[in-house]
T-cell receptor, first 112, second 114 residues
Framework: TQLLEQSPQFLSIQEGENLTVYCNSS?????LQWYRQEPGEGPVLLVT?????EVKKLKRLTFQFGDARKDSSLHITAAQPGDTGLYLCAGHYMEYGNKLVFGAGTILRVKS | ETGVTQTPRHLVMGMTNKKSLKCEQHLGHNAMYWYKQSAKKPLELMFVYSLEERVENNSVPSRFSPECPNSSHLFLHLHTLQPEDSALYLCASSQLGLVGGELFFGEGSRLTVL
C-alpha cells in the first residue's frame, strides 16, 4: 500500500463540469503540495498548504487541507480543456524526517 | 536559459550501452534531485544532492550512478540497464531550508531500454 493515496486515478469529464480530486494518508503532513503535469512536461507547483483547515483558491481551483492534516482535496469548477493533465499531491511527512512523498496522481481529461 | 533543463529529452538504449542524462538548473538552488516516473506509480525519489553532497540514495541499483560536479549540474550515468528501467526521469531543484519548499522540475528525459 502507498503512503499517500490519490483518487480517482482517472477522470474524464465534459467541459463545464465540476470535479474533486482527493489525497489521503494515515500519517500527518507538515505541509502538502499539489502539482500539475502536462504531457511532455515536468510537474509544476500549483499550491502549498501548511495549516490544518486551510483553504486556498487559484482562479477556478480550490484546495483544502484537512483539519487533522492527513488529507487534502482539489476542486475544479467549470473545468476547461486546458485543465487536462496529471494532478499530483505530495506531502512532507513529519514522522519520516520531513521527507516529500508523492501520490500516484489523477489523470484528468476535459473534453470540449 | 531559465529554470531546469534536461538533456536528452528522449533516449533509446540497449541493455549493454552506457549513456548519461544531464540536468542543469539556473535558479541558484542548493539541492538537486533525480526522480523516476513510471505509469500509474508515484514519483520515486532516486537521489538527492545538497550543496553537491549526496544526502539520499533510495536503494537504487548500482547501474544508476549520479554525479553532481557543482550546484548547477547533475548527471545520471546509466550502464547495463534493464527493460524495466524504461521510464521518464525527472530532475528537480529546490532551495532547502524553506518550509514546504517548492520543487522545480525539468521536462524529463524519456528513457527506453530495449
Amino acid at each position: 500500500t502507498q503512503l499517500l493515496e490519490q483518487s480517482p486515478q482517472f477522470l474524464s469529464i465534459q467541459e463545464g463540469e465540476n470535479l474533486t480530486v482527493y489525497c489521503n494518508s494515515s500519517s500527518v503532513f507538515s505541509s502538502l503540495q499539489w502539482y500539475r503535469q502536462e504531457p511532455g512536461e515536468g510537474p509544476v507547483l500549483l499550491v502549498t498548504v501548511v495549516t490544518g483547515g486551510e483553504v486556498k483558491k487559484l482562479k477556478r481551483l480550490t484546495f483544502q487541507f484537512g483539519d487533522a492534516r492527513k488529507d487534502s482535496s482539489l476542486h475544479i469548477t467549470a473545468a476547461q480543456p486546458g485543465d487536462t493533465g496529471l494532478y499530483l499531491c505530495a506531502g512532507h511527512y513529519m514522522e519520516y524526517g520531513n521527507k516529500l512523498v508523492f501520490g500516484a496522481g489523477t489523470i484528468l481529461r476535459v473534453k470540449s | 536559459e531559465t529554470g531546469v533543463t534536461q538533456t536528452p529529452r528522449h533516449l533509446v538504449m540497449g541493455m549493454t550501452n552506457k549513456k548519461s542524462l544531464k540536468c542543469e538548473q539556473h535558479l541558484g538552488h542548493n539541492a538537486m534531485y533525480w526522480y523516476k516516473q513510471s505509469a500509474k506509480k508515484p514519483l520515486e525519489l532516486m537521489f538527492v544532492y545538497s550543496l553537491e553532497e549526496r544526502v539520499e540514495n533510495n536503494s537504487v541499483p548500482s547501474r544508476f550512478s549520479p554525479e553532481c560536479p557543482n550546484s548547477s549540474h547533475l548527471f545520471l550515468h546509466l550502464h547495463t540497464l534493464q527493460p524495466e528501467d524504461s521510464a521518464l526521469y525527472l530532475c528537480a531543484s529546490s532551495q532547502l531550508g524553506l518550509v514546504g519548499g517548492e520543487l522545480f522540475f525539468g521536462e524529463g528525459s524519456r528513457l527506453t531500454v530495449l
